[in-house]
């Protein structure tokens, strides 16, 4: 029995399924999830000390490698003056300060400790701000388990909300429309029918939760435009890609002005921070300034706000972002290759540090429904493949792939190599 064997089966007896955030269990593609203990830049290590080359960087945070130095300095530090105080420290402003100077759209941001907790906040304040209670969402996209958010479609778009999970109260799922994600069309007709009811949009600028999906050309745009015209707050949730598609995030590389931003991942360098920030006269309702209410024990916790400004100094000094792109250009352009000389339906997906993996014959992948018309069976078979080779993709076919600044050639021709023996064993 392997050592990840044994430990997950121990997991299980006293935390739910042996993990402690679903996807982790490999539910998806079936097997034992591996138990890490050690990553160093972009490999990790599992207990039986096999080496991975690692495409899930934590699930984003990673963007420089494991155990960067400079942000795990950073930490011992901090470490040495305590683990927090619950009052207000220099660093928060030194990163309040730095993560406006990176995205001009914002003008005031508050730290909170997840991606789930600042979607929820800027949902709040959303509402808050505007008086009105409807939210605008896609299918595809995850913003975090927050109640709103845990919502499908009904029947027909313009249908009220239905809940994706028990516990979440069918009274307040009906405050969320979900439409598709690149089809302006739907977003219009909706916005003509209750435009007017509508708090907010929170969009993926680039869907990372349906694997990776590009926004169409004109589709930021258009949720720009139709907010406008409505006083509907446009959220842009930057939790992956923020810092990582570009320094500026989406928002930069697209070149549009969100009202709020959620943050997430690489803000934290690892630990648990999310943040969400935006115009100030809309930050200006959250209290103490004004009367929608947010708060949190732990925010700006001391240690997590040293290992992100350092992060983010990293990737200030660094300009790390067209290499991470060049990167996953040559990892995914050579799998579609290798995909092709042995006959396998098979397309993908980048930008920037993102890459999506699609088992399909659709050479265009816009939405959820051609991301689910996918073979998960086949990604399932592809992914044990390469976890046997040593390369550690995400383990679920709705995931998106993360590139770091540690990959190096060598690790992008290993896992090439592997992919053909992956591929051919299909
Ligand atoms: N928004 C997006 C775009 C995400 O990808 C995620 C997590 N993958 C979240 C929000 C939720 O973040 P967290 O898991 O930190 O609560």
């Known amino acids: 029995m392997s050592a ?196 907010c949009i929170i969009v993926e600028p680039v869907a990372g939760n349906m694997n990776c999906v590009p926004p169409q050309p004109g589709f930021l745009e258009g949720l720009r435009e139709i907010c406008d015209e409505y006083g509907t707050v446009l959220i842009f949730d930057e939790v992956m890609t923020g810092f990582r598609v570009a320094l500026g995030g989406a928002q930069a590389l697209y070149n549009i002005k969100p009202d709020l931003t959620t943050l997430g991942k690489v803000i934290g360098g690892g630990l648990p921070v999310g943040a969400f920030g935006g115009k100030r006269e809309i930050m200006s309702h959250i209290a103490p300034l004004g009367p929608v209410y947010q708060a949190g024990t732990l925010s700006g916790n001391p240690l997590a706000m040293a290992a992100g400004l350092a992060m983010l100094n990293a990737l200030c000094e660094g300009d790390i972002h067209e290499s991470l792109a060049a990167k996953a250009e040559y990892l995914t352009q050579g799998l579609e290759v290798i995909a092709a000389r042995h006959n396998i339906p098979f397309t993908t997906t980048c930008v920037g540090g993102m890459f999506g993996l699609f088992f399909t014959d659709a050479k265009e992948i816009r939405g959820f429904s051609d991301a689910t018309a996918c073979d998960t069976e086949r990604f399932g078979r592809f992914f044990h493949a390469m976890l046997d080779q040593g390369i550690y993709l995400a383990p679920s076919a709705f995931e998106a792939g993360f590139i770091s600044d540690a990959h190096t050639e060598a690790d992008l021709d290993a896992t090439l190599e592997a992919a053909d023996k992956a591929f051919a064993s299909l």
């Not at 034992?32 to 096999?50: I, N, Q, S």
């Not at 934590?58 to 683990?83: F, K, T």
């Not at 809940?163 to 979900?178: D, F, I, K, R």
């Open 4 to 199: 990840s064997e044994t430990l997950f089966q121990a997991a299980q007896t006293h935390i739910p399924g042996g993990v402690n955030s679903p996807v982790r269990a490999f539910k998806g593609v079936g097997g034992t999830p591996v138990f890490f203990k050690r990553g160093e830049g972009a490999y990790l290590f599992d207990e039986d000390d096999k080496r991975y080359i690692d495409y899930v960087g934590s699930w984003g945070p990673m963007i420089l490698g494991h155990c960067y130095q400079p942000v795990i300095n950073a930490v011992r530090e901090s470490l040495d003056n305590g683990l927090g105080f619950g009052a207000p420290t220099a660093i928060e402003t030194e990163m309040a300060d730095k993560v406006c100077e990176l995205m001009p759209s914002i003008e005031m941001v508050r730290m909170v400790s997840s991606g789930t907790e600042a979607t929820m906040s800027a949902i709040r304040l959303a509402r808050g701000y505007t008086g009105r209670d409807k939210i605008v969402k896609f299918e595809g996209c995850y913003h975090g388990h927050s109640d709103s958010l845990l919502v499908k479609a009904g029947s027909g778009a313009l249908t009220l909300g239905e809940p994706n999970s028990p516990g979440v109260p069918a009274a307040l799922a009906e405050h969320t429309l979900t439409l598709n994600y690149n089809d302006l069309d739907s977003v219009r007709q909706a916005f003509s029918e209750v435009g007017e009811q509508i708090a």
